[in-house]
């Protein structure tokens, strides 16, 4: 939208702006242009324009009305990304979220926390905090013997050990008492454990519960018994949106402009999708005479992405983890263990619960 000069034909254009939701470019005559969000667009660009402000240098405005705050997040992004590509990160104030990295590179294999993402090792999350990445990475390793030392282990009998090898919380290779495979035989419990979603040791402890119980040894079965609350204690730790990073699948579902109406915005191994719009009621879709359950499989049957790279994958998640842990998140999220295997019946619902609940 071109900007005449300051006068009563601006000011005719500008009072026919929509007072809603939107994200917005003014272009300047010099410089670079001003990019921001509003939940009140009219009065936003009104008051920017004002004489004491960019009221004689604007000479275009440019926007986009959002229905949710996702919506909004990320157009923000893409547009920022656009005009300030060296630094719009900190023109959002994106703070990238926590990880549990296990470090599969290294000969003996660690886990640490991190908020950097890159090719190598198994990424777990975003976790809300880095104080909750902590604690989830404290106790899972309660139920392995991996290190906890972040030294560069040259294996010797000779080595002091740590407390962890005395208390047999660790397989302690620094003492050459188990070989590199052993130990990664180790680690791979912990990898198994952390992409299935815990079954893995889960299923190991509850099997040998029930075969203690039918041999009639009640005390191990008791002590299997209280393995398996420590694992379920332990990935309740976890928190909502963490998740393999190469499984970071997920629909949110939010509200879209039209009434009953949803947009919906695919994330599909840490990388979002464009948005689709899905009326809902059977008025609303009248020249689509289909359920809505088969009208969300026509959409989302599709093969996967190309992948995109690892820095984008990472900022899209941190813009999953600002929305999805924030108190003023709009919207369902549904996370997918696989993109081939959606729940329909929970997305219905949660399509039909977001369409008919109050918009702001």
């Excluded at 009065?43 to 926007?63: D, I, N």
């Excluded at 990664?184 to 079954?199: A, H, K, M, Q, Y």
Aim: aromatic content about 8%; glycine content about 4%.
């Amino acid at each position: 939208m071109l900007l005449p000069p300051p006068g009563p034909e601006r000011d005719e254009l500008l009072a026919g702006l929509p007072e809603g939701a939107a994200v917005f470019v003014l272009r300047l005559r010099e410089g670079r242009p001003y990019v921001g969000r509003t939940t009140l667009l009219g009065r936003r660009v009104r008051r920017l324009l004002s004489p004491g402000l960019f009221g004689a240098q604007a000479t275009e405005l440019e926007f986009w009305p959002v229905a949710s705050r996702l919506a909004s997040a990320l157009r923000l992004y893409e547009v920022a990304r656009e005009h300030y590509p060296e630094r719009y990160l900190q023109l959002i104030k994106l703070r990238m979220p926590a990880y549990v990295r296990v470090l599969l590179s290294q000969e003996f294999p660690r886990t640490t926390v991190t908020n950097r993402l890159s090719r190598t090792g198994l990424f777990y999350g975003p976790f809300r905090s880095r104080l909750a990445a902590e604690a989830f990475e404290v106790s899972v390793l309660e139920h392995f013997q991996v290190r906890r030392c972040a030294e560069e282990l040259t294996p010797s009998p000779a080595h002091p050990g740590c407390m962890y090898g005395e208390m047999n919380q660790c397989l302690r290779p620094c003492q050459s008492v188990v070989s590199a495979a052993e130990y990664r035989s180790e680690v791979r419990r912990l990898t198994d454990f952390l992409t299935t979603s815990g079954r893995s040791l889960a299923e190991v402890a509850e099997a040998a519960r029930d075969r203690l119980s039918a041999e009639m040894e009640f005390e191990e079965a008791a002590r299997q018994h209280q393995r398996l609350e420590k694992i379920a204690a332990t990935w309740r730790l976890r928190d909502e949106l963490a998740s393999p990073l190469e499984a970071a699948h997920g629909i949110a579902v939010t509200p879209a402009a039209a009434r009953q109406a949803v947009e919906l915005r695919l994330l599909i191994a840490g990388s979002w999708q464009a948005a689709e719009e899905i009326l809902v009621t059977a008025e609303a879709a009248a020249d689509q005479p289909v359920s809505l359950d088969r009208r969300l499989r026509e959409r989302l049957e599709r093969p996967m992405p190309p992948e995109r790279p690892m820095a984008e994958r990472q900022e899209h998640l941190a813009l999953l983890a600002r929305w999805g842990y924030s108190s003023w998140r709009d919207g369902e999220w549904l996370p997918l263990e696989s993109w081939s295997r959606i729940p329909y019946r929970r997305l219905v619902n949660m399509v039909h619960r977001v369409a008919t609940s109050e918009r702001p």
